[in-house]
């Protein structure tokens, strides 16, 4: 670890399933800092058992977040350098810490992170959907109602989703999908990294027919394809209104020029939409346009 400068917060990842997925540098941090501000310090205490921590902890969960807070900004205004873990992954991902981060910012305090396992991009890596872009929303809202004004807002999303869930909500939740966004492409996964890891993938209905079939356990995540309907009418729309804009003869830049502002589109987008028309008309008709 070396000797950083005194007052630095550490964000370090663990693992989140098989103790094994922990970086060299993770354990070299936890081993050398004065403190260790852990979301539960029951279960933290395997880890450190596993790779002979003796670091001090203190409790760090969302209940007592604002207070912990001012506490760990008091060892840090002493210039003591301070890790902050979760349970499992990376901190302030659908877990505490976010608070922390933030304070210890605010009041100048240098923060570092030491990067490792988050269960969002494993699931999505492993889920077989299109990973290039996509929205993660944590947990939605337990209650029915505003889980469901929740997942009308991303209904139209073009990305994938990510979202976290509760085992005993999950069914629930999967059902509430498919009335709101129709029966897509998905995956289920759940205690990833560990001895009994699965990955459901399907259709929403066939998901929700397998989630029935038993009682689901441990920690899950759903991925959803993104709206590819709305996408493709999209590009259907600038399509078919810019080819109208080239039959009235305007040079490429002007057509660029007034497509852009008549679509909302960036100039570049609509010029190279149009070298793309030109090109699948030039094949097709075997003369430019």
């Known amino acids: 670890m070396g000797n950083p400068s005194p007052g630095t917060l550490y964000i370090v990842s663990t693992p989140i399933g098989n103790l094994g997925d922990i970086t060299v540098r993770a354990i070299d941090i936890l081993k050398n800092v004065d403190f260790v501000a852990a979301e539960d310090t029951r279960h933290s205490k395997k880890l450190f058992a596993r790779y002979e921590i003796s670091t ?3 409790s760090y969960y969302s209940a007592k977040e604002e207070v912990r807070a001012k506490e760990v900004m008091e060892k840090l205004s002493r210039g003591k350098r301070v890790a902050l873990i979760s349970d499992a992954g990376t901190p302030g991902i659908s877990d505490p810490g976010y608070q922390l981060i933030r304070t210890s910012l605010n009041n100048g305090y240098k923060v570092i992170t030491v990067p490792g396992p988050v269960a969002l991009i ?13 929205v993660f929303e944590g947990f939605l809202p337990a209650k029915t109602g505003a889980r469901r004004k929740r997942l009308e807002s991303l209904k139209n999303e073009e990305r994938t989703v990510i979202i976290y869930e509760s085992p005993k909500r999950i069914w629930g939740t999967v059902n509430d ?3 709101i966004f129709g029966d897509r492409d998905a995956a289920v996964a759940r205690e990833l990294t560990k001895i009994y890891e699965e990955v459901v993938r399907g259709k929403l209905s066939e998901i929700a027919e397998k ?7 441990g920690e899950v995540t759903l991925i959803i394809s993104g709206n590819a309907e709305k996408d493709k009418r999209h590009e259907i729309d600038i399509e078919g209104s810019i080819s ?14 007034i497509a852009a502002e008549a679509l909302g589109i960036s100039k570049r987008e609509a010029y190279q939409e149009i070298l793309r028309l ?7 008709a075997g003369k430019k346009l």
């Open 122 to 134: 494993s699931a999505l890596t492993l889920s077989g959907l299109p990973t290039a872009r996509f």
């Open 56 to 58: 001090p902890l203190i």
């Open 211 to 217: 989630l029935g079939e038993k009682p689901v356990r």
């Open 278 to 284: 030109k090109r699948v008309r030039t094949g097709i």
């Open 244 to 257: 109208d804009i080239l039959k009235n003869g305007y040079s490429v830049k002007d057509s660029a020029l």
């Open 177 to 179: 999908i498919i009335r």
